[in-house]
């Protein structure tokens, strides 16, 4: 059964630093790795989506990778602002029917 | 952009009420979602649908049925609340064109509070 796990479960960074989410999984056979990003109360907001043959995409500040073979993947948010504040989840597609299976997250605070 | 409702934001009900959450998506999509949300144990699947009256179970089916009559809407049924239903239940919704390109698009939540 794949599971994800999220690492660290919250974070607390200085405004401007550059940082590092982390999500691995346990079963490499995927079809992709989704980020998502939650703002406290509300719904989810899909933020990066990486094919399984791919090794990363970027949008903007953010980056994330993918390692199937290792069955990691990362977030990286450079220039960090508090904006960035937020709950963000990763999720692995594993199955040919959509469904997707969630981390528990990391909780964001971005300080002024 | 694809836009997905949900009746309510929040939601008070008693022990043993039969309770609707209701979603719509605007984008004819084909898959339709439930989750709920719970500190500690993350998002988890109740219910999703592939299409109109389909339907398969999640991870936590129990104490819950769904509906889809229509496409576009997607229902979820408590049909006794109970205090342990007491969650954040979020709908989504995705195209499914492909595996490895489909992503969800969620709404905004209900949050349920059974008394």
């Known amino acids: 059964k794949q599971e994800v796990t999220q690492i660290p479960a919250a974070l607390s960074v200085p405004e401007g630093e550059n940082l590092v989410l982390n999500c691995s999984f346990t079963?490499?056979?995927?079809?992709?790795l989704q980020w998502f990003r939650q703002d406290p109360g509300k719904g989810l907001t899909s933020l990066l989506l990486i094919q399984s043959s791919q090794r990363e995409q970027t949008s903007g500040r953010l980056n994330a990778s993918l390692d199937k073979s290792s069955g990691r993947s990362t977030l990286y948010i450079a220039a960090s602002q508090p904006g960035d504040s937020a709950t963000y989840l990763c999720?692995?597609?594993?199955?040919?029917?959509?469904?997707?299976?969630f981390g528990q997250g990391t909780t964001l605070q971005v300080k002024p | 952009d694809v836009k997905v409702t949900q009746s309510s934001r929040y939601l008070v009900k008693r022990t043993g009420e039969k309770v609707f959450l209701e979603c719509v998506q605007d984008?004819?999509?084909?898959?339709m979602f439930w989750y709920r949300q719970d500190p500690g144990l993350g998002l988890r699947l109740i219910y999703f649908s592939y299409d109109v009256k389909m339907k398969e179970k999640g991870d936590i089916p129990e104490g819950y049925s769904v509906s889809r009559e229509k496409k576009e809407r997607f229902s979820l049924i408590l049909e006794s609340a109970s205090t342990n239903q007491t969650s954040m239940y979020l709908c989504a919704s995705s195209l499914w064109e492909s595996s490895s390109t489909d992503t969800q698009y969620f709404g905004p939540g209900t949050r349920l509070t059974v008394l």
């Open positions: 999720a692995v597609g594993s199955g040919n029917t959509g469904k997707l299976i």
């Open positions: 984008m004819d999509h084909e898959n």
């Open positions: 079963d490499s056979a995927i079809y992709n």
